[in-house]
């Protein structure tokens, strides 16, 4: 029996196991698939704050771990297969942990980005793959670069990218993007932006010095091209990490958590989210770590007046 469990150690949940160790609440953080999350697949994080030369993923995730565990946080690895939100405390199972039984949870599971499954694509993640504008376009300055996806967000991604990239291609595999109007039109604008629409990615090309291109299949010729690049950034979506939450926990149209504007306050008392499952907008790592910490702190809170109603009923 635990006061409280978190689930997923990305920046998220080991910001909030940081924050509920030094509370003294003796947090268990359930690893899961990915031990340190996202950034453990990516090589320099250049935008992390107190980090000036910037630091590699694997290498910050490993130090927000061990600061939680210096608190006092057990680490266990398990894949929560299901959870009953119906009363508390809350029981969870557990892949190789059997069940799990807490007062308070913490949902931290992330969003999973969307690759397009092809050869050399894996191998080169954080080496010229990319599913972040944001975090890696810096890295981009004077090359040229591939955005494969139709919708805003990949049109968005194209369009923040020509600020570092000489020209941008953008890679859809039908003839008409499903990006609104206003957003087509800006892009379309933008000179530095070449289209290569109705082509499906088939292979990531590479060479001894990384990513040299993207080759595709024309679908009106059936004809394969190797359009040249540097980078290529996936934008075809994420998915967050909810399966195992049944239905539970209030989520938007496209899965993610909701939570109370502001708070990490999901639709069950006792249940908080952080991070990237209730975060479709901004996606970054310090905003899963601020998140993580809000959801430490609501939890914190939480368990604080469970054991004054405890000590209250207790004293009648
Ligand atoms: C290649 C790449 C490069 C990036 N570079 C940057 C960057 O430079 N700067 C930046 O700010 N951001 C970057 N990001 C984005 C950043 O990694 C994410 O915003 C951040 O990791 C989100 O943190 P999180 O804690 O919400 O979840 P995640 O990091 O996604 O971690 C989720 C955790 O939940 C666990 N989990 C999931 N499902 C289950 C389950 N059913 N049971 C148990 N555990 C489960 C996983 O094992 C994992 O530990 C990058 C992302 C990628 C993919």
Not at 30 to 37: H, N
Not at 56 to 64: A, H, K, S
Not at 125 to 146: L, N, Y
Not at 184 to 205: C, F, G, H, Y
């Amino acid at each position: 029996m635990y006061k409280s469990i978190i689930i997923g150690t990305g920046p998220a949940g080991l910001t909030a196991a940081i924050y509920l160790a030094r509370a003294n609440l003796k947090p268990l953080v359930i690893e899961g698939p990915q031990p340190g999350g996202q950034l453990t697949t990516t090589t320099d994080v250049e935008n992390f704050p107190g980090f000036p030369e910037g630091i590699m993923g694997p290498e910050l995730m490993d130090n927000m771990r061990k600061q939680a565990e210096r608190f006092g946080a057990e680490f266990r690895t398990g894949w929560v297969n299901s959870v009953d939100l119906s009363k508390r405390p809350f029981k969870l199972q557990v892949e190789g942990l059997g069940e799990l039984v807490s007062d308070t949870l913490v949902l931290s599971t992330g969003a999973t980005a969307k690759y397009l499954g092809i050869p050399g694509e894996q191998d080169n993640v954080g080496r010229g793959v990319s599913t972040c504008a944001t975090c890696d376009g810096f890295f981009f300055r004077g090359k040229e670069i591939i955005v494969v996806g139709g919708g805003d967000s990949a049109l968005e991604e194209a369009g923040f990218l020509t600020r570092f990239a000489s020209k941008v291609t953008v890679v859809h595999r039908r003839d008409e993007l499903r990006a609104s109007k206003i957003m087509q039109d800006r892009v379309r604008a933008n000179e530095k932006v070449e289209w290569a629409l109705n082509r499906t990615p088939i292979e990531v090309v590479t060479s001894d010095t990384g990513v040299t291109g993207l080759k595709v299949r024309n679908n009106e010729t059936g004809a394969e091209e190797v359009i040249e690049a540097s980078g290529v950034f996936v934008a075809i979506g994420h998915h967050p990490n909810t399966g195992f939450l049944g239905g539970q926990i209030d989520t938007d149209d496209n899965g993610y958590i909701v939570v109370k504007p502001g708070t990490s306050l999901t639709n069950v008392p006792g249940v908080f989210a952080c991070g990237d499952v209730q975060d479709s907008r901004y996606r970054q790592a310090i905003t899963a770590a601020g998140s993580g910490c809000m959801a430490a702190l609501d939890c914190e809170k939480y368990i604080e007046n469970l054991e004054h109603e405890a000590a209250a009923s207790a004293a009648k």
